[in-house]
Structures are given as C-alpha cells and as structure tokens.
C-alpha cells in the first residue's frame, strides 16, 4: 500500500482548489459585469457633460440663418470661444450646405469654407437627426467620441449641424484605474481565501488523516490507538466506526492466534503423526509426530515436498487420486536399516462448503508392533499346527500299520508303540509348554513367592545331574559330562518361586546336556553385583549361529529342527524360561560362539541383608 498521498492528491488541496476556483470564477463573472457597467455608465454621464447648453444651439442656428455670413462667421467664432467645457476637444459647426463655418480649435480655422465630406454630417443634414460614434486616431493613439447634432430654425428646418468631438482617453483611464483596483482586490481575496481554504480544509482532513493512520496500525497488528471522535458529524461517526472495528479485528485476531495456539498444541501433542497438503500435494502443515514417524529432524526439510515422496508412495499412488478418492487408508512398510516401521495412513481430502477440495490431511499412525504381533500370531498359530502335525502324522501311519497286521509281528509292535508312546508323550509335553506360556501370556500364572537361598537351590539342581550321571554310570548310551561350579562364598536369598525357578534351570542344563559332545564340561557360575545375583551355566557344545542369536529365545525356534525334535525337544524351554525370568523380574541372555560353546546367564534383582543381619547379631 502506498501510505505517501502526492501533493496534488490530498483532498486537502483539491478541497482548497476547488474552493479558490470557485471563488475565482465567481469574482471573475461579477467583474465582468461590473467592468461592463461601469464603462456604460461612465461613458453615459460623460456624453451628458459635452452636451452644449441650448442656448448656444440656439445662437448658432440664428447666425446659420443670416445672409451676412461674414458677420455671422465672426459671431460663430464668438460664440464658440465661449464654450467653455474643459471636455470637448473641438466643435465644428457646419450650415446647411456642408460648408465649416466655424472651429473652436484655432489651428483648424483653415478649413472654415471648406465643403465637408463627412459621412456622418450629411446624414445628419439630411434627415435632421443627430449622429454619433466612437472614433480612434491613429495619429495620436487616442479614442474619441464624436457626435453631430442638427441645428433648426425656428421652423424646425435644418439650417446646419454642430460637430462635437471629445477624447475618451480620460473616461477610459478611469475605468481602467477601478477594473485594476477591483482585480487586484479580487486577487489578494483569492489568495486569502486559498490560504483560509487550506486551513479549513485542514480541520476537515484532520480526522481523515487520524483514521487513516489509525487504519494502517490495525493492518499492522497494533490495535492500541484510538482515533479522537470529534462531533457527532459524518466524520465523527467515521471515527466511532473505525474504533469500533479495531476492537472487533482485535477480537478475531486474538480469537483466530488462540484458535491457532490450540489447534497447534492439538496437533504438537497428538499421538499420530499430521501432514496437511496444498492442492497439488506439496506438505503445508507437519506436526512432531510426523516428524518422528518418518525421520526428519526439521519441518523445514518436508515443507513444500510432495507428500507422496515424503511417504515414499510414488509408485503406488499419484496425488490426483489421493485426493479424488473421497478417503483412504492404507499401509506403508517404511522399515528401512533394520528398523521396523508400518505406518497406517489415512488420507482425507480438505473440503470448502463449495465443494472446492483445496488440500489433503494425511493421520500417520504406527502399527509396527500391530503389524508384528498380527505377524506373530499368524506365526504362532502355524507353527502349532505345524508342530502337532509332525507327531500325528507319525503316530497316524504307525498306529495304521499296527492295525494293517504289525500288532501281530511281536519284534516290530513294541518298536512301534514306544515310537507312539514317545510321540504323544512329547504332544503332551507340548501342550503343557503352550498351556503355561498361555498362562503368563494372559497373566493368570500365580508365582509361589519365597525368599530362597539361591546358592542352595542352585547346588540342590546341579546334585541332581550328578546323580543322574552316577546312576547312568554304566549305560553306555547315556552322555557323559561334568560340571563344574564356582560359586560365591556368600547365601544369596532372593525372591523367588522355586519350581518355576528350578524348571527354568532344568531346561537350560538339558539343553548344555542335549547339545554338546560326550564327556563335556558344563560349568555354572554364581556371583553378586550390589543388586543382582547372576547365575551362568557354560557348555562346549555346537555352540549358536551368530545370525540366530536374537532368536534362540522365540517360540520354537530351533537352530536345527530336526536334531531337536530328535532329542525330544519343543521348541518352547527357552521361550518359558524366558517369560519366568522376566516374571521374577530379572533378565536371560545368551553367549556363544558357533562350535566352541555357549553361556546362558540369568540375572535376578537382590537386596542384600547382611548389614540388617550383622545389626541383629
Ligand atoms: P528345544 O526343545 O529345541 O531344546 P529350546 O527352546 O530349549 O528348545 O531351545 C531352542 C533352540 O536353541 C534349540 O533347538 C537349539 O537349537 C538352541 N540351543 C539351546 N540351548 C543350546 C545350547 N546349549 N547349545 C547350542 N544350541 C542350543
């Protein structure tokens, strides 16, 4: 906006002007007329004064009439010089045959006897009327006014005429001296009038001016002022008006900046990602969660990108049919370096009441762990059935063939049975694992919670692999191994519950057992730290694939699935010994490297008591 008004377009001025136009107009037209009457009037009173008194008309028609025109010459002559009116500059008298008889100019007294030739003269001679008109003298720059007037007899007959002439120069300076007088009267007026015009208008102006001012603080966001009302006039309605409306602007501005304060905390909080397009697609609004949801440090580095290369949709989809598709929803994998990352998108187009679509609005939700517990799910649920088939398949076509006439053959019968009986033995044990996942999966498992000296209960389970390996002394079948312990000195008593604790224990021995060569050596360590207690049993078996590391702890996931399920295994000790751990509050991880060994460590949280107890002593 051009806030400068040139000095021409102020109204100020143009009010000024046209005030001073006027007025010029006014006084100009009046002078006119004035002028105009006055040189009327003035050339009226003058013609008045040169009129000659009747009685000198009267003597020169006498002496027209005598014979003796000497005499009578003279006596023209006589009468003549007693004219006394400082105004006419000549007269001539002429009788009635157009011959000068007389001149009241002394220098012209030659042309007394000459014939006349004036035009006007012989009118005036011959129909008896007087005759006038205004003359100029080139001569001597001068106007005159000349006027001849018929001389009568006592009949009413023409006996010669009167030939007045006089000098217009000083009726004309006079007039000019008051049209001169009147203009420059008329000038000062003008010009004191302009100036009363621009101080009058400049009162008027004022409050425009005010507002004006007034007007452009509120476009720039300052709604301080207020603009003086002065008089209740139009102007002052004006001003109550533009305070009015600075009040309201206020209102909305503050009512829109907290509209928009809102909607930006709404947004900056919000748990699903926000984008908000323009109608070509290109990212107009971001909130946080976007941000974080696809990587971006900084809105500024998605602002005006296209939104289906901000979600990485080129492929799939164009922007004219994410906005002509009234809304949609779909599912963008934007896992990328081994991060997963499923957003759910839902796309709306932004509508006016006209029906105009200018923009979209994308909600960017993550379903990773959805999308992964679905996955899951669908796996678990597979590799149940998978699991359960294996077994009943094999017990299916055995016990098919005891019923085909194996029964009868008394070597391979009692072979078949104990492959059955082994069979559904491991479903059973199967469905016990599952039945007890299920259980702290829907955390309906009750722990038996007991302070439990850990180094006692530990020594009391290694015991009884001992055992076992004494009482299989002799069976050439059996593995033999050792164990090896190196405890803390230090009774350990944690919060713990025993069977689920010793079952846990039971299955990562067995596993060292299953899962090494023969006469191996599985050593167990326990020591403390200032709040936990870490347990460690150490085999030199196969040892774990580095690949399957994160795994070994999933649900039937096994390094080698026939090799287990050989040696009678699930699948599933790990995955529970993993959920007992976590219920007891501590934590189960793995070590190993392929075909040197492996290291399964538990770690429990613990209090230690021995100040308590030294204290009680
Ligand atoms: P399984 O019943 O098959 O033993 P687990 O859940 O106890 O099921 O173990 C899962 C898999 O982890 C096993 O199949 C095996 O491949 C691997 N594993 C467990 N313990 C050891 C170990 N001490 N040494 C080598 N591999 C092991």
Redesign the pocket.
Known sequence: MNSKLKFYQSIRVKIALVFALMLMLTLECVGAVFVRQLEHQNLNTFKQTIELPSYVDNSLSEQLSRSNTKKADQEIRQILSEVNNNNISEIRVVDSKGVFRGTSTADNRNIVGQKTTDAMVKATLLNNRSHSENVYDGANHNRYYVNVIPLNDSNNNVVGAVLLRASLEGVYSNINNITLIYFSAALVTIILSLFLAVLISQEITRPIEEMRKQTLRIARGDFSGQVRVMGNDELGQLAGAVNNLSVRVEEAQESSDSERRRLDSVLSHMSDGVLATDRRGNITIVNNMALQLLGVDHEDDLIGKSIIDALDIRHDYTVRELINSNQKEMIIDMSAGGNDLILNAYFSPIQRESGFISGLVCVLHDVTSQQKEERERKQFVSNVSHELRTPLTSVHSYVEALSDGAWKDQDIAPQFLTVIQNETNRMIRMINDLLSLSRMDSGTTKLNLEYVNIKELFNYILNRFDMIIKKNENNKDSKKYTIERYFTDKDLWVEIDTDKFTQVID??M???????PDGGVITTRLLETHNHVILS?S?Q????PRK?LGR??D???????A???K???????????KEVVNLLGGQIW?D?VEGQ??T?YISLPYVPYEEEDDWDD
């Open positions: 299955n990562i067995n596993n060292a057992i299953k899962y090494s049993i085999d078996g196969l040892g774990i399957d070994i702890f649900r039937f996931f096994r390094v080698d699935k090799r287990s399920r040696q009678g295994g699930t699948g599933l000790g790990l995955a529970i010994s793995v190993s060994g492996s399964f």
